[in-house]
Structure formats: C-alpha cells, structure tokens
C-alpha cells in the first residue's frame, strides 16, 4: 500500500469498534471518520500506545522501506532489515516530532540500520552478519559457488522453515530456543526443519550441489 | 519488472513477530531503549552524578580542604565535559545522520588519554605536613595502592557503561562505540577517584587514575571474548 493512502477497512472498523482505542487515540479516530487519516495523526496515536496506528503505519510504509532495503541486499536480508527498522522505529517513537514527516523519518532509520548492517558485514569480510556465514580463506574455489547456492535455496524456502533453518543452522540456535521465540512446541521445530532440509537436499541435488 | 525495481506491497507477515519483539521488549528492562534520546542522556549524566555524589559524601578524599578549587573544578568540568560527549555520541538517535566513524574513535582516543594527561600534572599540592596520607603509596605500598584505585575508579564505571549498553537501540554495536561507552564509564571512574584518592604522587596517579578508562574497555573487550568464547563452546557440543 502507497503512503498516504485510505488503510484497510476492517482494520479502521476494529478500532472504531474498541473503546479503549477510542480513548487513547481519539485524533486518529476522528479523522478515521472523516476518511482523512495522516501519517502524523497516526503516529500521534501510536506514541500514545495504539497498537493499532502502528499496525496502519506498517502496512503504509512497511513495502516502501522493503523496496529500500531490496536495492541494495537480497531477499531474506532485505525482510530482515525491514523488521529492525520498524523495531527501531518502535524504539524510537518518542523522538518523533509532533507535526514532522513520518515518512522521510523512518526512511532515514531504514538508511541508518542499513548503513549499520552493511558496515557490520563488512567487517566480517565474505558474510552478511543476519545470514551468511563467511567462507574460509583456503576454501577451494567452487565453495562459494555452493554456499551462494545454499543460500538462495534457503531464500526460497517457505517463510515457516526458512526462519528455523535459519536460526538453527546458520544462527547455530537450538530447537528449544527456537521454538520458545516462535510460540510453537520443540517438536513443530524439528519438523518444521526436517522438511526444510529434504526440500534443499531436493534443490542442491538437482543443481548439481548434491554434497554441499 | 523485477523485484529489486518496483514498489513492493508491505510485508504483513512479519508483523505477529514484530508486535511479540516490540511487546517483550516493552515488557522487560530493555525498555529503556525507547526513552527519548534526550531523557536516555539525561539518564545517564544523571547516574554519573549520582555515583560522584555518593562517592564524595561516602569516602571524601581527605585532603580535599588543601586541594586548589580552581584546579579541582576545572579537572571536574573537564572530565564531565568529554563525558557528556561521549553520551551524546553513544546515544545517538536513529533518525538523523550517524557520526563519522572517525569522529567516534578521535573522542574515544581523547576520552582515553585525557585521564591519563590529567594523571601526569604535577601534584596539587605539597602540604606534607598537613596532609601526610597524601604522600603515601611509594615503594612496597606502591602496587598495592594503585590497584586499589584501578579497581575502584573501574567498579564507579561499571554502572554507566552497563546503563550506555543498556539503552542502546542498535542492533550492531560497533567497537567504536564500545570504546565510547567504556571511557564514558572510565571518565566516571576517574571523576570519583579525583574526589576519593588523596594521593598527589605523579606515579600514583599515572597507574592508578590514568588507566581508568583502559581497564574498562578491557574488561568489557574481556567480556565480549568470554560471551564468544561460550556461544562458540555451546555450539560445538
């Protein structure tokens, strides 16, 4: 969804709906029905503590600081970057100016954490610090072929599997730890990784990979 | 159109493990990291203060009456001054062009040295009669005494250095501003030993004031090795 534009209808029509949005945010609601919702309106209504203000700032600028973000690194990485900037634009909320742009704000966060994760990686030279594990010096050339490979076989896993592959395989998370951060059972997780890894050995093999 | 090239619909499915971040850390203690930048600041200068003031009513150096006032009170504001930089710097919102790396690392260097340069001053006074303890800490006693105020001035920098880290939003925290946060605590270390140690002896000083700042980027360069180490032992078993 473009910035500025009308937010979803159900989503108004819950917060319209709860009184206790209704106190904390009466601005937003009240230009909700008038259809003429701003971002600062919303962004005032979030730093009051509507959950629900933030839930529409996302769905407005959440593509906008995707596309940023998929101009610069892949696809998985780029999703990455994207969650931590609106955490710290989560984080940050209380910075914001009343009656600023909310736009070129968070654009200037989404630069900041991408600035910082590309000087991070940098610093690990061969590896993305979210993702990619660095290659080691002696490794035989067609190493890095296959780890690229790896790589984009993990980028198109399913989202439910490529989390845990993730951060089990490559983020060196254990199962237990896994699953407590995804709200599901230990055993979810290993099935969950188990398809996951059948799908790559599947992928690799008919690459030519079948041993990395 | 690829899609590196056009505009991309937002990604929703992330939002359920955002609101649970977002939430957690609303929840726990890490919720300091979304004061506003300038009561994050605050906070911290404040915390320096406090320990000073403590550290002043507690155990006051004792030859604090012979002491030059213009000099004490030009090391205070010297040292409070590069402190509060260095908080400034650390603590730096998100939404406006970060620091130059080089900036970072010139105030870590200044932050680290300036202890150090005020260590090597002559002494402030030379009232041995008056004040005899002033002029202890000299041969066997010498080690000794200045580990003592290693450890001391390194304790005081403990609770800053742990707050910076605490209120920091980033999610990469660079060495530069590791650097940062642990001279900022050294400055507050050094501030308290001003105001407790009464030793005056240049060599005193040098070892055991100057180094403040040294010992806790050493002991937080410790820390992170430690933590590496365990993560890299947990992983392998």
């Given at each position: 969804?473009?910035?500025?534009?009308?937010?979803?209808?159900?989503?108004?029509?819950?917060?319209?709906?709860?009184?206790?949005?209704?106190?904390?945010?009466?601005?937003?609601?009240?230009?909700?029905?008038?259809?003429?919702?701003?971002?600062?309106?919303?962004?005032?209504?979030?730093?009051?503590?509507?959950?629900?203000?933030?839930?529409?700032l996302?769905?407005?600028?959440?593509?906008v600081?995707?596309?940023?973000?998929?101009?610069?690194?892949?696809?998985?990485?780029?999703?990455?970057?994207?969650?931590?900037?609106?955490?710290?634009?989560?984080?940050?909320?209380?910075?914001?100016?009343?009656?600023?742009?909310?736009?070129?704000?968070?654009?200037?966060?989404?630069?900041?954490?991408?600035?910082d994760?590309?000087?991070?990686?940098?610093?690990?030279?061969?590896?993305?610090?979210?993702?990619?594990?660095?290659?080691?010096?002696?490794?035989?050339?067609?190493?890095?072929?296959?780890?690229?490979?790896?790589?984009?076989?993990?980028?198109?896993?399913?989202?439910?599997?490529?989390?845990?592959?993730?951060?089990?395989?490559?983020?060196?998370?254990?199962?237990?730890?896994?699953?407590?951060?995804?709200?599901?059972s230990?055993?979810?997780?290993?099935?969950?990784?188990?398809?996951?890894?059948?799908?790559?050995?599947?992928?690799?093999?008919?690459?030519?990979?079948?041993?990395? | 159109?690829?899609?590196?090239?056009?505009?991309?619909?937002?990604?929703?499915?992330?939002?359920?493990?955002?609101?649970?971040?977002?939430?957690?850390?609303?929840?726990?203690?890490?919720?300091?990291?979304?004061?506003?930048?300038?009561?994050?600041?605050?906070?911290?200068?404040?915390?320096?203060?406090?320990?000073?003031?403590?550290?002043?009513?507690?155990?006051?150096?004792?030859?604090?009456?012979?002491?030059?006032?213009?000099?004490?009170?030009?090391?205070?504001?010297?040292?409070?001054?590069?402190?509060?930089?260095?908080?400034?710097?650390?603590?730096?919102?998100?939404?406006?062009?970060?620091?130059?790396?080089?900036?970072l690392?010139?105030?870590?260097?200044?932050?680290?040295?300036?202890?150090?340069?005020?260590?090597?001053?002559?002494?402030?006074?030379?009232?041995v009669?008056?004040?005899?303890?002033?002029?202890?800490?000299i041969?066997?006693?010498?080690?000794?005494?200045?580990?003592?105020?290693?450890v001391?001035?390194?304790?005081?920098?403990?609770?800053?250095?742990?707050?910076?880290?605490?209120?920091?939003?980033?999610?990469?925290?660079?060495p530069?501003?590791?650097?940062?946060?642990?001279?900022?605590?050294?400055?507050?270390?050094?501030?308290?030993?001003?105001?407790?140690?009464?030793?005056?002896?240049?060599?005193?000083?040098?070892?055991?004031?100057?180094?403040?700042?040294?010992?806790?980027?050493?002991?937080?360069?410790?820390a992170?090795?430690?933590?590496?180490?365990?993560?890299?032992?947990?992983?392998?078993?």
């Amino acid at each position: 969804m473009l910035a500025g534009s009308v937010p979803d209808v159900n989503l108004r029509a819950a917060a319209m709906t709860r009184p206790v949005a209704m106190t904390k945010s009466a601005t937003w609601h009240a230009e909700s029905t008038s259809g003429a919702l701003s971002d600062t309106a919303l962004m005032r209504a979030y730093v009051a503590g509507d959950q629900d203000a933030f839930t529409e700032l996302f769905s407005r600028f959440g593509g906008v600081v995707l596309g940023r973000m998929r101009r610069t690194v892949g696809r998985s990485t780029a999703r990455d970057l994207t969650q931590q900037t609106f955490l710290q634009f989560h984080r940050a909320r209380r910075d914001f100016h009343d009656g600023s742009d909310v736009r070129p704000w968070l654009m200037m966060i989404a630069r900041n954490v991408l600035r910082d994760h590309l000087r991070h990686a940098a610093r690990r030279p061969g590896g993305s610090p979210l993702l990619d594990e660095p290659v080691a010096a002696n490794a035989p050339p067609d190493a890095a072929e296959a780890r690229a490979a790896v790589l984009r076989a993990v980028d198109n896993l399913p989202e439910s599997q490529r989390v845990v592959v993730r951060q089990h395989w490559l983020e060196h998370r254990s199962h237990a730890q896994i699953a407590r951060d995804l709200g599901v059972s230990r055993g979810a997780v290993k099935v969950r990784a188990h398809r996951a890894y059948q799908t790559l050995r599947l992928v690799l093999d008919a690459q030519g990979f079948g041993d990395a | 159109m690829s899609e590196r090239n056009r505009e991309l619909d937002a990604p929703l499915d992330l939002l359920p493990d955002l609101r649970e971040q977002m939430a957690a850390e609303d929840r726990s203690w890490r919720r300091v990291r979304s004061w506003a930048t300038p009561a994050r600041r605050t906070a911290a200068l404040v915390l320096i203060f406090a320990l000073e003031l403590v550290v002043l009513v507690a155990t006051p150096r004792l030859d604090l009456a012979a002491y030059p006032i213009p000099r004490l009170l030009a090391a205070l504001l010297v040292l409070l001054a590069t402190a509060t930089l260095a908080i400034r710097l650390f603590a730096h919102p998100l939404h406006v062009h970060a620091p130059r790396i080089a900036r970072l690392r010139s105030v870590g260097a200044i932050l680290l040295l300036l202890p150090i340069a005020f260590a090597l001053l002559p002494a402030p006074h030379h009232e041995v009669q008056i004040h005899p303890e002033s002029f202890e800490g000299i041969g066997a006693d010498f080690v000794p005494r200045a580990l003592g105020c290693l450890v001391f001035g390194t304790l005081v920098a403990i609770p800053t250095l742990l707050f910076l880290l605490a209120t920091n939003r980033r999610p990469y925290v660079n060495p530069e501003r590791i650097v940062l946060a642990a001279t900022a605590g050294g400055i507050a270390g050094t501030i308290a030993l001003l105001l407790h140690c009464p030793l005056v002896g240049v060599a005193h000083r040098f070892a055991g004031h100057g180094g403040v700042g040294l010992a806790a980027v050493a002991l937080l360069a410790a820390a992170m090795y430690f933590k590496h180490a365990r993560q890299k032992i947990s992983r392998t078993a």
